[in-house]
């Protein structure tokens, strides 16, 4: 792919992806016909893990029980039903001019899947032309058996039947005999994959784990007793679920139950390092290696949305945004921490976004350290300043650092006793096609204090 990048003219460019592709082929003609094999199999066959499917994390419970039991229903099985069908009615059926297309048109997507590259949703486009013949079987069903078990007695048939046609009952058996063979070639094909066990323990998972959001709610709203009671009943090997019953030890003091839980929890999932980061935080420690750990940045979207929902807040009134070990839970709708010049930041990956300080006093200020860059002709952003939901100002942004000063009317300071709830708005953009994030503004800082 770099190599193709390189070469500017589109026309010098595909000889040389050509000239290429031949020469991989003739190095080893056998692994070609290995991959053609594989593509064809992903595409006609099952795959219940396939992207489209949208079944990642059924095994933790993250797919709904309705979303499984519609998929196997109205794919797997409706699947394995139409093909069958759709075979007998292309061999069963009356002649047409538009059969031979049908077969023409399925057997190109066969040769195509072989010869490039194939995933499952790609066979759409030849169910929907089986679909007639899949639907003219089911409604000849009873003429073609009794066609097909009394046509060794001629007075015995079914004049009517739909495929009678003149010279054509000499060869009933030999087409029979194909359509029995691509049928049974079908089925031992995809019969393995049919997903039975797969969404029985997606279903099973789904109601285990609800007890987890159960216990999350609860969580959220102060109820600590109701929450482990919750927690208590989802499935305890999960690591979902050992972070949140961690998470609810640390939460209430217990740091000694918290670190044996965390020791049980999958190193590879962010949780892991997420509670590691808040016992560090309760011990006066420093948590950075654990929040900035390799694992969370990989998957910081989830890691500090949860960290937002389920930690407590340090009630700092100095947030030095970018900062692992200080605005892990703190910050809400941001990017991974980056360095411009020095300076440490994240850029706003959402629309809206948020941030967690100490509570206001009817004579504070807030001040924000912001940029907000955006390439030619983009006209620089304007952030809109919400506090406890109260709009506050709004601050047209420099394409360079700047701090930003905003007072905090007293009567919206009243409202933050439990901690200010800071929300930004802006417009955002995207950087191009090799930087496809949603970016609105960077921000670097944020300071509540006196007039």
């Keep these: 792919a770099a190599d193709l990048r390189a070469i500017p003219?589109?026309?010098?460019?595909?000889?040389?992806?050509?000239?290429?592709?031949?020469?991989?082929?003739?190095?080893?003609?056998?692994?070609?016909?290995?991959?053609?094999?594989?593509?064809?199999?992903?595409?006609?066959?099952?795959?219940?893990?396939?992207?489209?499917?949208?079944?990642?994390?059924?095994?933790?419970?993250?797919?709904?029980?309705?979303?499984?039991?519609?998929?196997?229903?109205?794919?797997?099985?409706?699947?394995?039903?139409?093909?069958?069908?759709?075979?007998?009615?292309?061999?069963?059926?009356?002649?047409?001019?538009?059969?031979?297309?049908?077969?023409?048109?399925?057997?190109?997507?066969?040769?195509?899947?072989?010869?490039?590259?194939?995933?499952?949703?790609?066979?759409?486009a030849v169910l929907f032309f089986l679909l007639p013949y899949a639907a003219w079987t089911l409604l000849n069903l009873g003429s073609l058996w009794r066609n097909l078990t009394l046509r060794s007695n001629e007075s015995g048939r079914d004049k009517s039947r739909p495929y009678r046609e003149s010279g054509r009952d000499k060869s009933c058996p030999y087409r029979v005999a194909v359509a029995a063979i691509l049928i049974i070639g079908f089925l031992v094909a995809n019969l393995p994959s049919y997903p039975l066990a797969e969404t029985a323990q997606g279903v099973t998972e789904w109601g285990k784990q609800q007890h987890l959001v159960a216990g999350d709610a609860l969580f959220a709203s102060g109820d600590l007793q109701g929450a482990a009671r919750e927690y208590n009943q989802a499935d305890q090997s999960l690591a979902e679920t050992q972070t949140a019953r961690a998470n609810l030890d640390i939460h209430s003091g217990d740091l000694a139950t918290a670190q044996q839980l965390v020791v049980a929890i999958d190193p590879a999932y962010w949780g892991h390092y997420l509670i590691l980061g808040a016992i560090a935080r309760a011990q006066h420690a420093d948590p950075t290696p654990a929040f900035g750990s390799r694992v969370v940045r990989d998957n910081y979207a989830a890691a500090s949305e949860w960290a937002w929902t389920h930690f407590t807040s340090t009630m700092s009134c100095d947030l030095q945004v970018g900062d692992e070990g200080q605005d892990m839970g703190e910050v809400r709708g941001f990017g991974l921490s980056e360095v411009d010049s020095g300076q440490r930041y994240r850029w706003s990956v959402q629309p809206s976004v948020a941030l967690r300080l100490c509570p206001a006093t009817s004579s504070t200020t807030l001040t924000l350290r912001l940029r907000g860059y955006r390439p030619a002709p983009l006209p620089s952003p304007t952030v809109s300043v919400s506090v406890a939901g109260v709009n506050v100002g709004n601050v047209n942004l420099s394409a360079t650092w700047q701090d930003y000063t905003i007072a905090i009317p007293a009567a919206v300071a009243a409202k933050t006793s439990e901690g200010t709830i800071i929300e930004l708005s802006s417009s955002t953009f995207v950087p191009g096609g090799s930087d496809p994030r949603l970016l609105g503004f960077m921000l670097a800082a944020a300071h509540l204090g006196g007039k």
């Design 9 to 124: 003219n589109q026309g010098t460019r595909q000889d040389y992806a050509y000239a290429r592709g031949f020469e991989l082929l003739r190095a080893d003609p056998l692994a070609f016909v290995g991959k053609g094999l594989k593509e064809m199999n992903d595409l006609w066959a099952g795959n219940f893990t396939a992207e489209e499917r949208f079944t990642r994390g059924y095994t933790h419970g993250l797919v709904p029980a309705s979303h499984l039991l519609a998929s196997i229903t109205l794919d797997d099985t409706l699947y394995l039903l139409l093909v069958p069908l759709a075979i007998i009615g292309l061999f069963a059926a009356p002649r047409h001019p538009l059969r031979g297309y049908v077969v023409a048109w399925a057997l190109t997507n066969f040769a195509l899947a072989f010869a490039f590259f194939a995933v499952t949703r790609f066979r759409l």
